[in-house]
């Protein structure tokens, strides 16, 4: 695509997680200090909430990256499932052997047992459980029933719950208010402010492989914040547009024009802006993608 263009090892703002670009500026990194000194403590319930594009999944998987061999961890990262189901992926998971259609009295002892050997063997077992929100109300009674499982000395299972705003209103509901009065660590990601922005652009060109001079305009940079509010995915959508644009030109700086036109060009976006530039950032792609085709094909 325009990697060679602007002389990038690989594409700097693709939206899956990837823990090589976490951008710790103070907001994510008092977020994963909190994540980790609340590990290190061995409290029970940990929630990081944030709104959609965030980037909760990758400040996750960044926490389980830190942590030292210590730590076992569990990962789920669709929890719309019922207490059952749940506890089925926990075992896969925590690698429990089962006996096929073993019952649920079977299935918890056996992960208690699993959790005392690795208690035994000085290890702390950690679940992390993505889009929080999405949880049944009976499969949160459900963690909340696993927490109970614990030694003299410590807790044999810390869960850490990552959702949507949402999560909290969830968790004001009676049935599971004892699960809430458990909850001893949060924390909320906020959006990027215009000058994290600009460091957070800065961070992902350079471990891209960039070494140029700036490439986003300052005027690129403040029609991108107002477009987006910050929020890192919508950046990386939009910074990813923008390089299309400059390079269906063969500009190599990116302008205010093609922020606003990528802008105009997404639809979580387009919102932010004046209607005249919907139509400019439509065309603008199409040219930008007839002029990558038309090099592919030369």
Not at 4 to 22: A, K, N, Q, W
Not at 59 to 65: D, G, P, S, T, W
Not at 245 to 253: I, S, T
């Amino acid at each position: 695509m325009y990697k060679s263009h602007f002389g990038l090892r690989e594409l700097p703002f693709g939206i899956t997680p990837d823990t090589s670009f976490f951008f710790a500026c103070s907001n994510y990194q008092q977020a994963l200090n909190t994540l980790l000194i609340a590990a290190k403590n061995g409290e029970g319930f940990i929630k990081i909430t944030g709104e959609v594009g965030t980037g909760k999944t990758l400040l996750c998987r960044k926490f389980m990256a830190t942590l030292d061999d210590s730590f076992v961890t569990a990962y789920i990262p669709n929890p719309f499932l019922e207490p059952r189901t749940l506890m089925l992926a926990l075992a896969d998971e925590l690698e429990v052997p089962l006996e096929k259609d073993v019952d649920q009295h079977h299935l918890l002892k056996s992960i208690n047992q699993r959790l005392l050997e690795l208690a035994q063997e000085d290890k702390r077992v950690l679940l992390c459980v993505d889009e929080a929100q999405a949880m049944p109300i009976e499969s949160l009674e459900a963690l909340r029933l696993l927490t109970n499982l614990e030694t003299e000395k410590r807790k044999l299972l810390q869960i850490v719950m990552f959702g949507q705003p949402e999560l909290n209103r969830k968790l004001q509901l009676e049935a599971i208010r004892q699960l809430n009065q458990r909850i001893t660590f949060h924390y909320h990601l906020g959006p990027l402010t215009r000058d994290d922005m600009e460091f957070y652009i800065s961070h992902r060109l350079s471990v891209a492989g960039y070494t140029g001079s700036r490439l986003f305009s300052r005027g690129a940079l403040r029609a991108v914040h107002a477009a987006t509010g910050g929020t890192p995915r919508l950046v990386n959508i939009l910074a990813h547009k923008c390089l299309m644009l400059a390079y269906g030109e063969g500009k190599q700086q990116i302008s205010a024009k093609h922020a606003r036109a990528a802008a105009a060009d997404t639809g979580a976006a387009s919102k932010r802006i004046m209607w005249p530039w919907v139509w400019l950032g439509a065309a603008s792609l199409l040219v930008a993608g007839t002029g990558m085709g038309w090099a592919f094909f030369r």
